[in-house]
C-alpha cells in the first residue's frame, strides 16, 4: 500500500447491487455467530458480541439481503457476572456467545450460553426492545450454542453443547414457563469432534438437529455443517453433510446459522463465514437452500453429490427494498446511544453523557485499572469495521476540557490496538501515534478542536489523519494493518482516560464513518 491509500482492487462488493440481485457477504463486517427467525413479513437476526456492551445484537430485514441494527439484548453485561465491569474487564473473548431467537407465545425469546457463567434468557414483545432482564437460568461454565425449541403439544426442549466434556450435544426439557431447564430430562443425542451451532426445527414431520462440526476434508480439519434427521425427537437419527467446506483460500468456512422459509415457500441460510483471521471479522451470508430427498442443501450442488457449494451471489429473495446503508453517522443528538454502537466491556454509568452538553458525547477521563494497558480503558466506545474498497471515519473532538496527563482520540484495536490521539502533559497538548506502545509525537496542539481520521482499504491498511480546521487535513503515524483479535474483527471508535486521575473530559461533536465500493485516496 503507498502512504496515500489508493485502493486500486475492483473487489469490495458486497450486498444488494440494485438490479435483483445479491453478492455474498450481505453484510462485510463483524455479525457472528447469527440465528434468524421470519414473523410475518419481518426477518429478524441476532448476533454475538462476546465482551463488548450492550450485548446480543439484534438485526432487522424485510428482504434477507438489507440488514439494520435495531437493538441489543442485554443492557449491562454485569447482570452476567462482575468480570465485565470497567475496573475488572476480565472477559476478552468470552461473554455473550452464539444464542438463539425464537417467537413463543407472542413474544421473542432469546437464549444464550456465556463459557464462564452459564445459560441465561431474555424475552421482550418487540425484537427492538425492551427486553427484561436477564433471567439466570443454570450457572455452569463449559457450554454453549444452545437452541429451544416447542413441540405441537407445546412441550419446551433446549439443546446445547457442553464443550467441556468432548463437545457431548445434550437435549433438555424445559419448564413451561420456559424459565428452567429440567436437567433430569437430559439426553444426549449427538457427540463428535467440535459438535456445537445447535439448531433445532421441526418440517414436514421430521425433527431436524442442525449443527457443525470438524471433519477432515482435503487434507486440512475444517468446520462442516451437518444436520440429523429423525422421526421421533430422541432419534434414532440419520445424519447429512449441507455443505463442502473448502477453507480459508475457498470459502473462509461458512458455518454458523440459521434455516428461514419466506412466506413464499422458499428456503434459505443466514450464516458467517467462521473462518477467522480477517481484520473484518466473520461477515454475514445467505445461501439459498433447496430440498431433495427430504435433506435440505445449503448453497448450490454443482457436481450432483448431494452437497451443496458456497455461492457468492444470486437473485435477490424479495425485491422492493432499500439497500443498507452499512454506516450511521452520528452528531449525537440523540439522547440514547443508536444501536451501531457498543462499549469495550460494561462502562462507567457516571462517565459519559448524551445529555450534559446537547449534540455531543461527552466522555469523562478516568483511571485505568491497569494504566499501561490500553484495554483497560474503562469507557472506550466503537462499532464493527467493514471490509470495502474505502472506509473514511472522521471525528470532531472539543478538547478545552482535558487536563494534565489526560489523552482523547480515535482507535482501532483488535488482538492488538492503534490509536491518534491527545496527550496532555508538561501543560501542553501534544499529537500522539501509539501502536501497540510504539508511540510517535507529533507537533503540540492549541486550538480548542481537533479533527481526528482514519482511512483504510480493502486490504486493512490504515492510516490516521489529523486537521486543525476540517478541511486540511495531514498524514500522522505509520500504516496500521488493522487485525482479527479475540473472535472480534477489528473495531473502529473513540477513547478517553487519564494516566494518573479522575480529571478531564471531552466533547465529541460528530463521529462520521463513510464506505463504499469507489476508490479513495487521502488528502495528503
Same mark, same amino acid.
Given at each position: 500500500m503507498e502512504k496515500d491509500c489508493v485502493i486500486l482492487s475492483n473487489k469490495g462488493k458486497w450486498g444488494d447491487q440494485g438490479d435483483g440481485t445479491y453478492v455474498n457477504p450481505v453484510l462485510p463486517g463483524d455479525y457472528s455467530d447469527p440465528d434468524v427467525i421470519r414473523v410475518g413479513e419481518d426477518y429478524y437476526c441476532?448476533?454475538?458480541?462476546?465482551?463488548?456492551?450492550?450485548?446480543?445484537?439484534?438485526?432487522?430485514?424485510?428482504?434477507?439481503?438489507?440488514?439494520?441494527?435495531?437493538?441489543?439484548?442485554?443492557?449491562?453485561?454485569?447482570?452476567?457476572?462482575?468480570e465485565y465491569r470497567h475496573d475488572q474487564m476480565n472477559r476478552y473473548g468470552r461473554g455473550v456467545w452464539a444464542g438463539a431467537i425464537r417467537f413463543h407465545r407472542k413474544k421473542y425469546w432469546v437464549y444464550f450460553f456465556t463459557p464462564d457463567e452459564g445459560l441465561f434468557v431474555s424475552t421482550a414483545f418487540h425484537p427492538s426492545?425492551?427486553?427484561?432482564?436477564?433471567?439466570?437460568?443454570?450457572?455452569?461454565?463449559?457450554?454453549? $450454542?444452545?437452541?429451544?425449541?416447542?413441540?405441537?403439544?407445546?412441550?419446551?426442549?433446549?439443546?446445547?453443547?457442553?464443550?467441556?466434556? $468432548?463437545?457431548?450435544?445434550?437435549?433438555?426439557?424445559?419448564?413451561?414457563?420456559?424459565?428452567?431447564?429440567?436437567?433430569?430430562?437430559?439426553?444426549v443425542v449427538h457427540q463428535f469432534k467440535g459438535s456445537e451451532a445447535s439448531k433445532l426445527y421441526?418440517?414436514?414431520?421430521?425433527?431436524?438437529?442442525?449443527?457443525?462440526?470438524v471433519r477432515r476434508e482435503s487434507g486440512q480439519d475444517v468446520r462442516v455443517v451437518m444436520m440429523m434427521r429423525s422421526k421421533r425427537l430422541y432419534g434414532p437419527y440419520e445424519e447429512k453433510e449441507l455443505i463442502h467446506t473448502h477453507g480459508v483460500e475457498v470459502d473462509r468456512e461458512p458455518n454458523q446459522g440459521g434455516l428461514v422459509q419466506t412466506p413464499t415457500g422458499e428456503w434459505y441460510f443466514i450464516g458467517h463465514q467462521g473462518t477467522g483471521g480477517y481484520f473484518e471479522g466473520r461477515t454475514l451470508h445467505l445461501l439459498p437452500v433447496s430440498w431433495v430427498d427430504g435433506w435440505p442443501i445449503i448453497g448450490e450442488d454443482t457436481d450432483g453429490d448431494g452437497i451443496g457449494e458456497m455461492v457468492w451471489g444470486g437473485t435477490k429473495p424479495i425485491n422492493g427494498y432499500n439497500k443498507t446503508i452499512l454506516t450511521v453517522n452520528d $452528531?449525537?443528538?440523540?439522547?440514547?446511544?443508536?444501536?451501531?454502537?457498543?462499549?469495550?466491556?460494561?462502562?462507567?454509568?457516571?462517565?459519559?453523557?448524551?445529555?450534559?452538553?446537547?449534540?455531543?458525547?461527552?466522555?469523562?477521563?478516568?483511571?485505568p485499572s491497569d494504566k499501561y494497558d490500553f484495554f483497560k480503558v474503562c469507557n472506550?466506545?466503537?462499532?464493527?469495521?467493514?471490509?470495502?474498497?474505502?472506509?473514511?471515519?472522521?471525528?470532531?473532538?472539543?478538547?478545552?476540557?482535558?487536563?494534565?496527563d489526560q489523552e482523547a482520540g480515535l482507535c482501532h484495536f483488535g488482538q492488538t490496538y492503534c490509536t491518534i490521539g491527545i496527550h496532555q502533559r508538561q501543560e501542553t497538548r501534544v499529537l500522539k501515534y501509539n501502536n501497540s506502545g510504539a508511540i510517535q509525537w507529533g507537533p503540540s496542539?492549541?486550538?480548542?478542536?481537533?479533527?481526528?481520521?482514519?482511512?483504510?482499504?480493502?486490504?486493512?491498511?490504515?492510516?490516521?489523519?489529523?486537521?486543525?480546521?476540517?478541511?486540511?487535513?495531514?498524514?500522522?503515524?505509520?500504516?496500521?494493518?488493522?487485525?482479527?483479535?479475540?473472535?472480534r474483527g477489528d473495531r473502529v471508535g473513540v477513547y478517553n482516560f487519564n494516566h494518573e486521575r479522575e480529571q478531564g473530559y471531552v466533547d465529541v461533536d460528530n463521529f462520521n464513518y463513510e464506505s463504499g465500493t469507489d476508490t479513495v485516496q487521502s488528502s495528503e
Open positions: 441476532i448476533s454475538s458480541t462476546l465482551h463488548c456492551s450492550p450485548g446480543m445484537a439484534v438485526l432487522h430485514s424485510k428482504d434477507l439481503v438489507n440488514w439494520s441494527v435495531i437493538g441489543h439484548v442485554v443492557d449491562d453485561l454485569t447482570q452476567i457476572g462482575p426492545g425492551p427486553w427484561e432482564p436477564l433471567h439466570h437460568m443454570w450457572e455452569t461454565a463449559g457450554w454453549d $450454542d444452545c437452541c429451544p425449541f416447542w413441540d405441537d403439544d407445546g412441550q419446551g426442549y433446549l439443546v446445547a453443547t457442553n464443550f467441556a466434556d $468432548d463437545y457431548k450435544i445434550h437435549l433438555f426439557k424445559l419448564s413451561d414457563d420456559g424459565k428452567s431447564l429440567l436437567h433430569d430430562s437430559a439426553v421441526k418440517i414436514s414431520g421430521y425433527y431436524f438437529l442442525f449443527h457443525s462440526e $452528531d449525537f443528538e440523540s439522547p440514547i446511544l443508536r444501536p451501531h454502537w457498543e462499549w469495550n466491556h460494561q462502562p462507567r454509568a457516571d462517565k459519559w453523557s448524551l445529555t450534559e452538553r446537547a449534540g455531543y458525547l461527552r466522555l469523562y477521563a478516568c483511571l472506550t466506545l466503537s462499532q464493527r469495521v467493514f471490509r470495502v474498497n474505502y472506509n473514511i471515519v472522521t471525528a470532531k473532538f472539543d478538547i478545552s476540557g482535558m487536563v494534565e496542539i492549541s486550538s480548542s478542536f481537533i479533527w481526528l481520521r482514519s482511512i483504510w482499504n480493502l486490504h486493512g491498511e490504515n492510516l490516521f489523519e489529523y486537521s486543525l480546521d476540517g478541511e486540511q487535513f495531514i498524514s500522522f503515524g505509520e500504516i496500521y494493518p488493522l487485525g482479527w483479535g479475540h473472535y
